[in-house]
């Protein structure tokens, strides 16, 4: 389901202005994209957002970029696929360029390691508000099964040596049986 209302252009400046702005990798820009074309522009289903961010950020690479790939595709298909993409990375290679010239002349100064540091604090708070969001909304629908899964695949990556890539596989796979097996509106 293509939706041609929005037009290349448009995609390309909304997913370059996301990236060029947000800084601390994928979950802090995920609540901006789910505002953009969610809330804003209404282009995509909040929930349907949700969606393409869980597909995001099981694939391989940056999550950001994933995003931003399966939203265009979802928006204008495979053209808006490589545009997004191509808005999406332009910005890293923009600022990557820029900072590896001014980097080295300014990290002795100590309030631009303040400033960095500082930073890195509002990081942390944006990502656990992501993980807010998203887990409440996520767990709108099952939030007994889902709570569950949840609490049993933390208490996993913390007191045993398991992979935390094969607690999600195994959580990812309880659901996909779970929700294949036994009729949706059954589960708790």
Do not use: W
């Not at 074309?37 to 869980?54: G, H």
């Not at 940056?62 to 265009?72: D, E, K």
Request: one cysteine or more; charged letters at 15%.
């Amino acid at each position: 389901m293509k939706n041609e209302d929005v037009r290349l252009r448009e995609l390309f400046f909304i997913f370059f202005k996301i990236n060029m702005f947000t800084f601390g990798g994928g979950y802090t820009i995920v609540p901006v994209i789910i505002d953009e074309f969610s809330k804003k522009k209404d282009l995509i289903a909040e929930e349907e957002m949700i969606d393409i961010v869980a597909i995001a950020q099981s694939g391989p690479g940056p999550m950001a970029i994933n995003t931003s790939i399966l939203a265009g595709y979802r928006m204008r298909g495979m053209c808006g696929a490589f545009t997004c993409l191509f808005a999406s990375v332009l910005p890293c290679l923009i600022v990557i360029s820029l900072l590896y010239y001014v980097y080295s002349s300014v990290i002795h100064i100590k309030l631009i390691q303040t400033i960095m540091e500082c930073m890195a604090g509002a990081m942390s708070a944006i990502l656990g508000f992501t993980v807010f969001n998203m887990s409440k909304k996520a767990l709108s629908k099952h939030r007994k099964f889902g709570a569950s899964l949840l609490i049993v695949s933390i208490l996993l990556a913390f007191f045993t040596k398991i992979s935390t890539v094969l607690i999600i596989l195994f959580a990812g796979l309880i659901g996909l049986i779970v929700f294949s097996i036994v009729e949706e509106d059954k589960v708790c």
